[in-house]
């Protein structure tokens, strides 16, 4: 069996290089065998439990067609069949759909889980939910009504994409600079979300199948952000949203776009903040000049936290190796 050729390395600063230079460290019969035993490990309970849940249900649709008419968002019959709007989100209809939404959300969940919390992570994932079945179902009336094509009404709308979409939302503001491997490529996290929804978007045109699939993805896209932007409450400082300009709307856009994409998206700040901050610049006038000069401070707050999550568990698994390593070799010697 390979050894370890150098002696234990100091963890540098940055999350991207703390990888490189752990993977440096170990030859690679090694580091593959870290990265295949972790693949298998650190799922929270949270995760594991909702991915049961996509699971059963999928395993109830099968068994019983039937029961899509019940789970699965229809337009028509949303309005006496209003907890569609909940369950129509764990109905994965496909095999390839379940074994996907399964993957993703446990190893989404084991990024971002550590760094929110178990509470918050729950309640991400219901309002990213909701909000996006209620999204699509707005979506398929508005279309009925301009185009009068009844499919728009009785197609059955499901699928846990719209989660999984915004959980890449949270990778994208919590490790924006850190690569990851998505398949054979690996991406900065402030472009995940962006990359899944352009193929998307392409594949779309060529697959009839992931037609009903785009809305949810792209609203889950949408509404996780504006979750995160405004009305995540942050438990270091007590105060709701992201304002940080890393994690504004046009950051989800390539940099020759956004000059024409702020004056737009400032609009729907307005919208959604312009109360709030009237009353801030009449009554609090000191206390929100200190907050904005704090928010990059803030941003870079949450950055670290991410970097310092991601070396403590690179170094685990390190130490892991190292253990097996000298397990095996002691194990050798004896025979």
Same mark, same amino acid.
């Given at each position: 069996?390979?050894?370890?050729?150098?002696?234990?390395?100091?963890?540098?600063?940055?999350?991207?290089?703390?990888?490189?230079?752990?993977?440096?460290?170990?030859?690679?019969?090694?580091?593959?065998?870290?990265?295949?035993?972790?693949?298998?490990?650190?799922?929270?309970?949270?995760?594991?439990?909702?991915?049961?849940?996509?699971?059963?249900?999928?395993?109830?649709?099968?068994?019983?067609?039937?029961?899509?008419?019940?789970?699965?968002?229809?337009?028509?019959?949303?309005?006496?069949?209003?907890?569609?709007?909940?369950?129509?989100?764990?109905?994965?209809?496909?095999?390839? @759909?379940?074994?996907? *939404?399964? &993957?993703? %959300?446990?190893? =989404?969940? !084991?990024? #971002? /889980?550590?760094?929110?919390?178990?509470?918050?992570?729950?309640?991400?994932?219901?309002?990213?939910?909701?909000?996006?079945?209620?999204?699509?179902?707005?979506?398929?009336?508005?279309?009925?009504?301009?185009?009068?094509?009844?499919?728009?009404?009785?197609?059955?709308?499901?699928?846990?994409?719209?989660?999984?979409?915004?959980?890449?939302?949270?990778?994208?503001?919590?490790?924006?600079?850190?690569?990851?491997?998505?398949?054979?490529?690996?991406?900065?996290?402030?472009?995940?979300?962006?990359?899944?929804?352009?193929?998307?978007?392409?594949?779309?045109?060529?697959?009839?199948?992931?037609?009903?699939?785009?809305?949810?993805?792209?609203? @889950?896209?949408?509404? *996780?952000? &504006?979750? %995160?932007?405004? =009305?995540? !409450?942050? #438990? /270091?400082?007590?105060?709701?949203?992201?304002?940080?300009?890393?994690?504004?709307?046009?950051?989800?856009?390539?940099?020759?776009?956004?000059?024409?994409?702020?004056?737009?998206?400032?609009?729907?700040?307005?919208?959604?903040?312009?109360?709030?901050?009237?009353?801030?610049?009449?009554?609090?006038?000191?206390?929100?000049?200190?907050?904005?000069?704090?928010?990059?401070?803030?941003?870079?707050?949450?950055?670290?936290?991410?970097?310092?999550?991601?070396?403590?568990?690179?170094?685990?698994?390190?130490?892991?190796?190292?253990?097996?390593?000298?397990?095996?070799?002691?194990?050798?010697?004896?025979?």
């Amino acid at each position: 069996m390979n050894s370890v050729s150098a002696p234990p390395p100091t963890l540098p600063a940055g999350g991207t290089h703390v990888a490189a230079h752990l993977e440096g460290s170990l030859t690679d019969a090694a580091f593959l065998k870290m990265q295949g035993a972790s693949f298998f490990r650190g799922y929270t309970k949270l995760c594991k439990g909702l991915a049961v849940i996509l699971f059963l249900v999928h395993l109830l649709v099968q068994l019983f067609p039937s029961s899509v008419d019940y789970l699965a968002l229809i337009p028509a019959r949303t309005i006496p069949f209003a907890w569609n709007l909940i369950t129509a989100g764990y109905v994965e209809q496909t095999i390839p @759909g379940v074994i996907i *939404s399964i &993957i993703g %959300l446990l190893l =989404f969940g !084991k990024l #971002l /889980e550590p760094l929110w919390g178990t509470k918050e992570l729950s309640k991400f994932v219901f309002i990213v939910n909701f909000s996006t079945s209620m999204c699509v179902f707005v979506t398929a009336i508005a279309l009925y009504y301009v185009t009068q094509q009844e499919t728009y009404l009785y197609t059955p709308l499901s699928g846990f994409y719209g989660v999984l979409s915004g959980l890449l939302v949270g990778i994208k503001q919590l490790m924006p600079d850190q690569e990851l491997n998505l398949f054979v490529l690996k991406i900065k996290g402030k472009w995940i979300p962006s990359l899944i929804a352009l193929i998307s978007v392409v594949v779309s045109f060529f697959v009839n199948e992931l037609v009903s699939s785009l809305p949810v993805i792209l609203f @889950g896209i949408y509404m *996780s952000w &504006i979750y %995160l932007r405004y =009305f995540q !409450k942050r #438990l /270091e400082t007590g105060l709701k949203g992201d304002p940080s300009d890393e994690f504004s709307f046009s950051s989800f856009f390539p940099g020759f776009l956004r000059p024409v994409l702020d004056p737009i998206a400032s609009i729907f700040h307005r919208l959604l903040c312009g109360r709030s901050d009237r009353a801030d610049s009449r009554g609090q006038t000191l206390e929100s000049s200190s907050l904005t000069g704090s928010d990059s401070t803030e941003a870079n707050r949450r950055r670290e936290r991410g970097q310092r999550a991601l070396e403590q568990r690179l170094a685990e698994k390190l130490a892991a190796v190292r253990s097996t390593e000298s397990t095996s070799s002691d194990a050798s010697d004896k025979v």
